[in-house]
């Protein structure tokens, strides 16, 4: 036994030192064992105290670190949004522009004008005696362009709509006016102005006189009365004529369906 153990004792260095190159450390298979290196001292009790107060503190965060979310500044509180303000009736249309003269047209100075839903009449003041052939007039289907030769032109413009050439003409009244009839190529129609360069008028405030009515062909006149009565209708605050037939024939539908519920209906 004590043979065999000599023969693995032997066996082993052979191999160690084949490995490392070296013998077998001290204390190894009964070997004397080299000394443990002593541990270190514990500090004292004054030692541990005086090496704690010579630390700098830890932070606070680090001591009790907040949860996420925890601990942070609250969001500021949105700013209520603004009331949307209170929507304003919307005041009756009366449009812009010049009052118009009775005549439905304007004094200008220079010149007048006037007019109804087929033409339109200009006028134009000239020195007494003044004769036709030292006029210059020229009446285009766009522009209009009138004045005494030898002299700046008194109207130079274009129309503020197309005429019919064919059906215009122009005179000379006592030597002291020049009349235009200017003929309009879209009927049932008011004019703002005569020619663009000029301020216009109110065409809301045109009112048609009624005397003048029964000079009217039929679908004319009553092209026209229609016209007083949807503008009399909307200075008053009530519906037109067109209006007023919707209100009509939904009422009558209405009368002939009393099962049906009407009281989302709204008038187009």
Same mark, same amino acid.
Not at 29 to 56: C, H, I, N, Q, V
């Given at each position: 036994?004590?043979?065999?153990?000599?023969?693995?004792?032997?066996?082993?260095?052979?191999?160690?030192?084949?490995?490392?190159?070296?013998?077998?450390?001290?204390?190894?298979?009964?070997?004397?064992?080299?000394?443990?290196?002593?541990?270190?001292?514990?500090?004292?009790?004054?030692?541990?105290?005086?090496?704690?107060?010579?630390?700098?503190?830890?932070?606070?965060?680090?001591?009790?670190?907040?949860?996420?979310?925890?601990? /942070?500044?609250?969001?500021?509180?949105?700013?209520?949004?603004?009331?949307?303000?209170?929507?304003?009736?919307?005041?009756?249309?009366?449009?812009?522009?010049?009052?118009?003269?009775?005549?439905?047209?304007?004094?200008?100075? /220079?010149y007048s004008w006037g007019q109804n839903l087929q033409e339109v009449?200009?006028?134009?003041?000239?020195?007494?005696?003044?004769?036709?052939?030292?006029?210059?007039?020229?009446?285009?289907?766009?522009?209009?362009?009138?004045?005494?030769?030898?002299q700046p032109p008194i109207i130079d413009d274009e129309l503020a709509?197309?005429?019919?050439?064919?059906?215009?003409?122009?005179?000379?009244?006592?030597?002291?006016?020049?009349?235009?009839?200017?003929?309009?190529?879209?009927?049932?129609?008011?004019?703002?102005?005569?020619?663009?360069?000029?301020?216009?008028?109110?065409?809301?405030?045109?009112?048609?006189?009624?005397?003048?009515?029964?000079?009217?062909?039929?679908?004319?006149?009553?092209?026209?009365?229609?016209?007083?009565?949807?503008?009399?209708?909307?200075?008053?605050?009530?519906?037109?004529?067109?209006?007023?037939?919707?209100?009509?024939?939904?009422k009558k539908f209405m009368e002939q369906h009393p099962e049906m519920?009407?009281?989302?209906?709204?008038?187009?």
């Open positions: 036994m004590e043979g065999a153990e000599k023969r693995v004792r032997e066996l082993f260095r052979v191999n160690y030192r084949k490995v490392h190159g070296g013998g077998v450390k001290k204390g190894f298979f009964g070997g004397p064992a080299a000394p443990p290196k002593p541990a270190a001292p514990l500090p004292t009790a004054a030692e541990a105290l005086e090496a704690s107060r010579a630390a700098p503190p830890p932070a606070v965060e680090d001591i009790n670190p907040p949860a996420d979310g925890a601990g /942070a500044a609250a969001p500021a509180a949105a700013a209520p949004a603004e009331a949307p303000a209170a929507a304003e009736e919307d005041a009756v249309d009366e449009g812009t522009g010049l009052t118009p003269s009775s005549g439905n047209g304007y004094d200008y100075g /220079a009449t200009v006028s134009i003041p000239v020195p007494a005696g003044t004769k036709a052939k030292t006029l210059d007039i020229d009446i285009r289907k766009d522009r209009l362009k009138v004045g005494i030769k030898g709509e197309a005429v019919k050439t064919d059906d215009c003409f122009w005179n000379v009244n006592d030597g002291r006016e020049i009349e235009i009839q200017l003929q309009k190529q879209a009927g049932m129609c008011w004019w703002d102005r005569v020619v663009k360069g000029a301020e216009p008028i109110n065409t809301k405030k045109v009112e048609p006189e009624n005397s003048k009515l029964s000079d009217l062909d039929g679908e004319t006149r009553q092209t026209v009365e229609k016209m007083m009565f949807d503008q009399r209708q909307k200075q008053m605050g009530l519906p037109t004529s067109e209006e007023q037939q919707k209100q009509d024939m939904l519920d009407f009281s989302n209906a709204k008038m187009m």
